[in-house]
């Protein structure tokens, strides 16, 4: 992605990449598929979104309504006129980001105060009875590790705002990031979490949060 975003830094990637070494039709085609692409990421952050707040209040309808409510919010937005702020998407960055570092560092002291034993419990419950079981889980894993990184294959469409040389750069400030807070929220999550709220809970990280919290009591039992 970084060579070809570096030898061709034009929008709309890849329909431009094809269109240069290929047929029009071909281009058209990826053009296609990066639409397509753009829709499920889209869709997959409205349904986190519906799910995650489905799973924190009582909702009066079903928790597609949220995430219809959602896919039209993101498309009149931009149909209005309104543009994208630097300021405000860097804001909500460093919300998050703190977000789950807090979570990540409360996570990590209430790990080291109740061990490792539900880890163990965990892999235990976990472990596939069969090779072909083993090899469904790898898959499955590698598919759902995939949609954390949801997105990164859009960002040659906006090469022509980005200076040049730097694009490597910023592929590497976007994955490590990523693969560094899902991982380490992983593992704390399997490590405090029993495996079965693990897979039944639609808001995870909200759960993990509430368990986590029982380790730092606002007050003393002397209170």
Not at 27 to 45: M, W, Y
Not at 64 to 77: M, S, T
Not at 185 to 199: E, F, Q
Request: glycine content about 8%.
């Amino acid at each position: 992605m970084a060579e070809l975003a570096s030898a061709l830094p034009y929008k709309g990637a890849p329909y431009s990449y094809l269109l240069n070494v290929s047929s029009k039709s071909l281009s058209i085609i990826g053009a296609a598929l990066l639409l397509l692409d753009f829709t499920a990421t889209t869709v997959v952050s409205a349904a986190t979104t519906a799910s995650y707040i489905s799973g924190e209040v009582t909702l009066p309808f079903p928790a597609f309504v949220i995430a219809i409510f959602y896919l039209v919010l993101v498309g009149v937005i931009p149909l209005s006129g309104a543009k994208g702020s630097s300021r405000i998407a860097i804001g909500m960055l460093m919300l998050h980001l703190t977000t789950m570092a807090v979570l990540a560092v409360a996570g990590f002291i209430a790990w080291g105060r109740t061990g490792s034993s539900q880890l163990r419990e965990n892999w235990v419950a976990g472990q596939a009875p069969s090779a072909t079981a083993i090899i469904h889980e790898v898959f499955n894993g590698v598919c759902l590790g995939m949609l954390g990184l949801t997105g990164f294959e859009d960002v040659p469409a906006y090469i022509s705002h980005i200076k040049p040389g730097r694009f490597p750069l910023v592929l590497r400030n976007l994955h490590i990031p990523a693969i560094v807070i899902n991982t380490v929220i992983m593992l704390l999550t399997l490590a405090i979490l029993p495996l079965d709220i693990v897979v039944s809970s639609p808001n995870v990280l909200s759960v993990l949060g509430q368990y986590v919290s029982l380790h730092f009591p606002l007050s003393s039992p002397a209170d």
